[in-house]
């Protein structure tokens, strides 16, 4: 199913319907195709964006039993909060992901959990922990995000013959080839 929004259709959307009214007029699929047109709006509005999480959090109380069907749907409410930068969320929605994702973790899961170890505060965990998950995330490819993160993570620490390592590698991949599954691929 493929709806396509202009971005004035979503804006009105979102001035004359709440979240909680929204949803009740839509299916589970059709709300998180709506979600991920506003949250990719083509003016990224980051007010939509915002919209665009409330409609998850409505959508995951209404379909519990749809939502928690898989760990994508978690992971991509996560993605939803590092884009409108509320940090304590983003983590919390990647954590219950890897709950539920199957053994071994996704790397994009991996990885994206590991980019928390960057916020505001106190972070959630260390850049040595996230070090690790992203080891973890590359023991069967190297992707093009992960070996970009582990790179700038070593030069965080202040790890130079790490950093220059990564780095060399970085270099040698084809960009294109080597991607993450996007944490917004929902099928």
Avoid at 10 to 20: C, R
Avoid at 168 to 185: H, K, M
Wanted: with cysteine.
């Amino acid at each position: 199913m493929t709806i396509n929004y202009k971005y004035k259709e979503l804006k009105n959307i979102s001035k004359i319907s709440s979240p909680k009214n929204l949803i009740e007029t839509m299916n589970f699929d059709s709300a998180i195709l709506m979600s991920k047109e506003m949250l990719n709006n083509e003016e990224w509005d980051e007010e939509l964006q915002k919209y665009a999480a409330k409609i998850l959090e409505e959508l995951r109380r209404k379909y519990p039993d749809e939502w928690n069907f898989s760990w994508k749907y978690d992971a991509f409410l996560g993605y939803v909060y590092d884009i409108i930068s509320n940090y304590d969320k983003r983590y919390k929605f990647y954590e219950k992901a890897i709950k539920k994702a199957p053994f071994p973790t996704p790397p994009q899961l991996l990885i994206a959990i590991a980019g928390c170890c960057w916020a505001p505060g106190i972070p959630p965990i260390t850049e040595k922990e996230s070090i690790e998950l992203v080891k973890q995330a590359l023991s069967n490819k190297n992707y093009y995000e992960g070996v970009s993160l582990l790179r700038g993570l070593y030069k965080s620490i202040g790890n130079q013959e790490e950093q220059d390592y990564w780095e060399r590698i970085l270099e040698n991949i084809n960009e294109d080839e080597s991607r993450l599954p996007p944490l917004d691929d929902l099928s």
